[in-house]
């Protein structure tokens, strides 16, 4: 009987004469479909990491002399174990250093690994739902979810493309009141864009606020055609950005905008300096 584990050429198709119903199966048939799920394994969760101990392993540790690894290279992924007593067995490891492997709570000497068995490291096989594309194998790493957590995200950069906007708001207060809100989901420093069109006689004033307090600088037009005007102001993952707003008289409206360099909403995004914005 080969190894487990052993060589993916030990792959080999299943005879339809070795399957039909009414014939017992056989030792090779049986040792087959064994083989053939161990390949499958190697091919789907091998890193490609194997060694051999080059001494009796205590309890927890198994020590190769002859390999180099990464400190905490392999940690979460797990130790199978290919000859010897303890052929096939499978352990945890938890911490990796350059020539030793550590699988706390395991009993690799009672279990009868020794010197001289080999050993290939595999993505964790008790937890493959922990499995990511980025090589990263530990149950403490989630999959996508159908939830973007602010975790997940990456700081804004400064830029010129637009992440939210809010335009057409009517200004109907003589009193500053809120007209637009974004909550954001990550932290860094936006451009806002402050638009607002007035009727040519009256004043309307608008400022950006951050959770219900004033940040951005007072912007005001009597103009009947649209201003606008840009600021740069760092928030907080979770800030709510506001714009309020207030008029002397007349119709007028406003507009806000949040830009920076990486937006995460789906593109193409208009560049402020080169597309017409309401």
């Known amino acids: 009987m080969s190894p487990p584990f052993s060589n993916v050429n030990l792959l080999r198709i299943i005879l339809e004469n070795e399957s039909i119903f009414d014939k017992p199966g056989s030792e090779e048939f049986f040792s087959q479909l064994r083989e053939n799920w161990e390949v499958s394994m190697l091919l789907t969760f091998y890193t490609g990491d194997s060694g051999t101990a080059t001494e009796n392993p205590t309890e927890t540790v198994l020590t190769d002399g002859n390999a180099a690894h990464d400190a905490d290279e392999h940690n979460f992924r797990s130790l199978v174990i290919i000859d010897g007593l303890a052929a096939g067995n499978i352990y945890e490891i938890d911490d990796t250093a350059a020539t030793t492997l550590t699988c706390t709570g395991d009993t690799l000497l009672a279990d009868g690994v020794r010197s001289g068995d080999a050993y290939k490291i595999f993505y964790n096989l ?153």
Request: proline residues 4%; neutral net charge.
């Open 126 to 278: 008790k937890h493959l739902t922990a499995h990511t594309h980025d090589g990263v194998d530990t149950p403490s790493v989630a999959l996508a979810d159908g939830e973007i957590l602010v975790k997940k995200l990456v700081d804004y950069t400064t830029g010129s493309y637009i992440d939210a906007e809010g335009k057409g708001l009517i200004i109907t207060g003589t009193g500053y009141l809120k007209k637009l809100e974004f909550l954001s989901p990550r932290a860094g420093t936006i451009k806002t864009r402050v638009g607002i069109i007035s009727d040519g006689v009256n004043l309307t004033y608008a400022k950006v606020y951050i959770n219900g307090v004033a940040q951005g600088t007072e912007r005001s037009t009597t103009s009947a055609t649209w201003q606008y005007w840009e600021e740069d102001i760092a928030i907080n993952a979770g800030d709510l950005v506001q714009l309020y707003c207030k008029r002397a008289g007349g119709s007028t409206f406003a507009y806000l905008a949040i830009c920076c360099g990486n937006p995460t909403v789906p593109g193409p995004h208009k560049d402020y300096y080169s597309q017409p914005w309401i």
